[in-house]
């Protein structure tokens, strides 16, 4: 079983992304916003409080998540190739958690981190805010959400890196050349 933990700032591509690498290898993909987004749309009080903090450009705090992320693994079939994080783990200490519980299911993960230049983020969330109205996607909360990526997600590579599980790929390219760039990856660490 391939996991794949994909990272990348805000706007560089992760859900595109894994929409190709689920289409072609199979990949169960949990898209973390996707799922905290349902849980606000149910209007629940955990719904009410993660709004609170995901308008602002802020993290949902690791307990939330990580009962979020148990959940989906436990519940995963037994004929599943793999799956895609996109958007988890966030922190370094959700990163020891993903570990430790992908342990626990005898898995591990690799991290593919899509490197894009900040400009380009910017550009990409504006465009993209003025075709889907997403309420995050406005200047000041930009700027907010990619200093937040920098100081708390951007680490997540150094633990990757030190475990061996680390890998680049360049994210300033057409969609269909960085996609790619992952396939080599993919196909590569397959193969072990």
Do not use: W
């Not at 061996?164 to 050349?177: K, L």
């Amino acid at each position: 079983m391939l996991n794949i933990i994909l990272s990348g700032a805000p706007g560089s591509g992760k859900g595109t992304q894994s929409d190709l690498l689920v289409k072609k290898y199979g990949l169960q993909h949990l898209s973390t916003g996707d799922v905290l987004r349902a849980e606000i749309a149910t209007g629940s009080a955990l719904g009410h409080q993660i709004d609170a903090l995901i308008s602002k450009g802020n993290l949902v705090p690791d307990d939330m998540m990580y009962g979020v992320i148990e959940n989906y693994i436990a519940s995963l079939p037994k004929d599943c190739k793999g799956t895609i994080f996109d958007g988890y783990p966030r922190t370094v200490a959700q990163a020891a958690a993903l570990t430790h519980l992908l342990k626990k299911y005898n898995m591990d993960a690799i991290m593919i981190d899509l490197l894009v230049d900040e400009q380009l983020l910017i550009q990409r969330l504006i465009d993209r805010g003025k075709m889907s109205g997403r309420a995050d996607d406005n200047l000041n909360t930009i700027r907010h959400r990619i200093a937040v990526y920098h100081n708390q997600t951007e680490p997540i590579a150094h633990y990757y890196l030190h475990k061996g599980n680390y890998f680049a790929v360049n994210g300033n390219q057409t969609m269909a050349d960085v996609f790619l760039q992952i396939m080599r990856i993919v196909d590569r660490e397959s193969k072990k």
